[in-house]
């Protein structure tokens, strides 16, 4: 019997031993690289440097690969479970090697959104369950994809606790590409419960609303006659028959500085003017249904740069947030250079 108890001892020992013996080299500048990128959102709730903020400091507390390995593989608190198909041995092993760079911080960071006595039960849920320190107080990505099929609980929970499996199959529902990148984890539903899951559900569905998964993109302007021409189509990314159909939709471009409209096609086009500092071009749609499209195009007397790109926003009349005086608008990114 005390042979049995000294191997159970002994067994968590000789693994750790094991995988740090064979763990990967690490690299803190790549560490770095990736902490600061956009490929992980570690960062909003661990801080921009590791200093903590709503998750705990990693900064200078010395943590090996294999403890870094175990905190990410297997999270204790709420944090979600990343598979090594979002972050591998090696990439964790770069991020030990970066904190392990820098020094241990006398005081941790404030949370990206703290919560506040003034929000209703589930937007307190929202925020002190994490969800906030990434999407917002306003829950902006994932009310648009609730929106795209109008969601059910069930839909809700399965994206929640099966993320790295039911987002790809949420693209792929709505004909998008399921192996694009996937920057959420798993949450263990013993600690992010179905309970608190449904106060959250409740806010998003009968507070403040489903939002519109507008998808909208910019060519690569194009030399022609009179200028440089971009194209941009805009497209309701909802699920035909069931997702949200937006009302009163406003599209707008902001022209680079010292460039002026030569032309620009499209239906519901209302010219360009000035608008404070920046010319903005304007279409207006009545309404765009799931799958509806628009195409556009807009010739400019010379090129935007990467410093003043022409750029953009989608706003729309309803479903409008209903318990925010802000509008909900979708960016549109710069066109390519």
Not at 44 to 71: K, M, S, T, Y
Not at 277 to 298: C, R
């Amino acid at each position: 019997m005390k042979r049995f108890l000294f191997a159970l001892l002994v067994l968590p020992l000789a693994s750790s031993a094991a995988l740090a013996q064979n763990a990967p080299a690490g690299d803190a500048a790549a560490g770095k690289a990736l902490w600061e990128g956009n490929t992980a959102l570690c960062k909003n709730c661990h801080g921009p440097a590791g200093q903590g903020a709503f998750g705990p400091d990693l900064a200078g507390r010395g943590l090996n690969f294999a403890e870094f390995r175990q905190a990410v593989r297997h999270p204790w608190g709420i944090m979600p479970t990343f598979t090594e198909q979002q972050f591998s041995d090696k990439q964790l092993a770069d991020f030990a090697a970066y904190f392990g760079s820098l020094p241990k911080v006398d005081e941790t960071g404030k949370w990206r959104v703290e919560v506040s006595a003034a929000m209703p039960q589930g937007q307190q849920t929202l925020v002190n369950e994490g969800c906030a320190q990434c999407h917002g107080e306003t829950f902006n990505g994932p009310r648009g994809n609730l929106g795209a099929i109008q969601a059910d609980f069930d839909d809700f929970k399965n994206l929640v606790y099966n993320h790295t499996t039911a987002l790809p199959q949420h693209r792929q529902m709505l004909g998008g590409n399921p192996n694009g990148n996937i920057l959420m984890g798993n949450f263990n539903p013993t600690r992010v419960t179905d309970a608190s899951l449904r106060e959250i559900y409740n806010w998003v569905h009968d507070d403040i609303g489903w939002r519109v998964p507008f998808q909208a993109r910019l060519s690569k302007g194009e030399a022609s006659g009179n200028g440089v021409t971009y194209k941009l189509n805009v497209t309701n990314n909802g699920l035909p028959g069931k997702g949200v159909t937006a009302q009163g939709v406003t599209i707008r471009l902001i022209v680079p500085q010292g460039a002026n409209v030569m032309n620009a096609t499209g239906a519901g086009y209302q010219g360009a003017k000035m608008e404070g500092q920046n010319m903005v071009a304007t279409w207006q749609v009545a309404q765009l249904a799931p799958k509806d499209q628009q195409s556009y195009t807009i010739t400019l007397s010379k090129a935007g740069t990467q410093q003043d790109n022409l750029r953009g926003n989608i706003k729309w009349a309803a479903p409008a947030p209903k318990i925010t005086k802000a509008d909900d608008v979708v960016n549109i990114a710069p066109a390519p250079l």
